[in-house]
C-alpha cells in the first residue's frame, strides 16, 4: 500500500546522502519534495502541513547542523515525525478487571467488520484468551451466518440468537450476550454492529444504543484503508456521534495510496490499534507505528519477521535442525522438505523478503517470486521414496523419469533440485569445518597441521625442541651441550631439570633446607 509513498521518500534521500553538509536549499528542496510525496500518497492536508512544518524546523536545528553526517540526521527526523504522526507508541487492549471484556466494532458496510471479527478471535485465542462473537449486525443479507462461518474457521464460539436478514433486536441481542459470556466462562466478548454505505442516524442512534447498553471497554472504529480522503470523514463523524477509542486498518495489501493510516490518527487522535494485511484469518496483527514507519522509509521490519518465525518454528525441532545444519551431517531431503513447509507458513515469500531492508529498491525482482514453485519442489521430494529422500545419491536415470511423472515436472527439474540439495550440502559441510579459516571453529586443515609437527629438516633431521640444540641447527656438536643439573625427584615440576643459569651449587643437599620458623 504504501509503496509509490516509498519510493517517492527513499528517491529524495538518496540525493541528501551524497551532501556532506546541507544548506538552507538542500533542506527547502527536500521538504518541498516530501510534501509532494505525502499529497500523492492521498493523506489529509492538514496533516501534510504538520508534518512538513516539524521535519523543516527541526532539520534547521542543531542536530543536524552539528550532526557528522547530516543526511542521516534528516532521514532520522523524518523516521520520527512519521512514528509521532502514525501514534507514537504500540496501544495495547485494555481488559475489563471484571470478566468479560467487551470489544464493540463499529464503521461504515464493507469495511470488513465481520471478517475482522473473525480475525480478532483468532488474534485473542493466541493471546490465550476465550472469545465469544455477538451476532448484533442483524441487518444486512446473511450477516448473520457469515459472522458464524468466521467464528468457527477461527475456532471461537459465537452468540447468534436472532436470525437476522431484518428480522431481531439488535440491542437486546447485545445486552443478553453478557450474561451468556459469563454463563459460558468467556472472557472477550466482541459485539459485529450494522453498518451502513454511508452516515446517516439510523445507524449512528443504533451504535449508540448499543454501546449505552453493554458499555464496552473499547469501541474500535473499523475503516478501509483503501478509501483515501473519505476516510478522515468518516472517522470523524463517528468520533462525534458514537465515539471510540481505537482504530483499525483492513486490506492494508491493497494497492491504494495509504494515505488514510497516516490521517486518521493525527485527525482523531485515537491510536492505529489493529491492522489487517491480507484475506486470511492469520493476516492481522497490532499495528506498530516504529515498525511501519520503518517499512515506508525502506528499513525493513527484521521485529515482525523474528515474531513470525517465533509462531511458526518449534524450539525443540528448530534447535534439532540446527544441529544438523551445523554438522553438515544427516540433513536429507525430508528435512530440506520440512523446513521449506516451515517457511512456506509464515506468508507469500515476496511479504517476508520485503521486510528485509533495502528491498523496496528491488520490488520488481520481488514481484517475479511465484510461492508455487516451492509447491513444486514439494511435489518432487514427495514422489521420492524415504529411501531416496535420506540418501538421494541412489536417485538415477530410471528412478529420476519416475519421480518426473509422480510430480508432474521434468527430468530436467528433478535433476536441477538433486544437484542444488548436494551444492547445499557440501557448503553446509564447510561452514561446519570453518570453512578453512583460521580461529574459527573447526578451522583450518588439521592434517597439514599434524604434518607439519612431524616435519623434518631440509637434512632429514628432526628439528629439535630444544632451543639450545635448535640454535645449532640439528648438528652433532649438539650432543656436546651439557645437560642441566639434575634435580631431586619430586622438586620444581620441571622434569628433573633447571633451566639454564640456575644451576645447583656443587654439594647443595635440600634436605638441610629450614623453612621460616623451624629450628
Sequence with gaps: MFETLSDRLTSVFSSLRAKGRLSEADIDA???????????????????????????????????????????????????????????????????????????L???????????????????????HVPLLVAADLQRPNAVQQLSVVAERAGAAVYAPEPGNGVGDPVQVARTSIEHARRQQHDI???????????????????????????????????????????????????????FDGVVLTKLDGDARGGAALSVRHITGKPIMFASTGEKLEDFDAFHPDRMASRILDMGDILTLIEQAQKTFDEEQAAKMAGKLTSGEGFTLEDFLEQMMMVRKMGPIKNLLGMMPGMGQMRDQLNQIDDRDLDRVAAIIRSMTPGERADPKIIKGSRRERIAR????????????????????????????????????????RKAAAKAAQKKNKKGRRVSGDPRKAALGGKKDAEAVPEAPQLPPGLGGLGGKLPPGLELPPGFDPSKLRLPGQK
Excluded at 106 to 128: D, F, I, N, P, S
Aim: hydrophobic content about 45%; some cysteine; proline content about 4%.
Design 30 to 104: 527536500t521538504c518541498r519534495e516530501i510534501r509532494i510525496a505525502l499529497l500523492e500518497a492521498d493523506v489529509a492536508l492538514p496533516v501534510v502541513r504538520a508534518f512538513v512544518a516539524h521535519v523543516k524546523e527541526r532539520s534547521r536545528g542543531a542536530e543536524v547542523s552539528q550532526a557528522l553526517n547530516p543526511a542521516q540526521q534528516v532521514v532520522k527526523i523524518v523516521n520520527d515525525e512519521l512514528i509521532d504522526i502514525l501514534g507514537g507508541e504500540t496501544r495495547r487492549l485494555r481488559y475489563a478487571k471484571t470478566p468479560p471484556t467487551v470489544i464493540m
Design 106 to 128: 463499529a464503521g461504515l458496510q464493507g469495511a470488513g467488520k465481520t471478517t475482522l471479527a473473525g480475525k480478532l478471535a483468532r488474534w485473542l485465542r493466541e493471546q490465550g
Design 189 to 243: 466478548v466482541v459485539i459485529d454492529t450494522a453498518g451502513r454505505l454511508g452516515i446517516d442516524q439510523e445507524l449512528m442512534k443504533q451504535a449508540a444504543d448499543i454501546r449505552d447498553a453493554v458499555s464496552p471497554d473499547e469501541v474500535l472504529f473499523v475503516v478501509d484503508a483503501m478509501i483515501g480522503q473519505d476516510a478522515v470523514t468518516t472517522a470523524q463523524a463517528f468520533m462525534e456521534g458514537v465515539g
Design 406 to 445: 509422480g510430480s508432474g515436472v521434468t527430468v530436467g527439474e528433478v535433476n536441477n533440485l538433486i544437484v542444488r540439495f548436494f551444492d547445499a550440502q557440501k557448503m553446509m559441510k564447510r561452514v561446519a569445518g570453518g570453512m578453512g579459516l583460521p580461529g574459527m571453529p573447526g578451522g583450518g586443515n
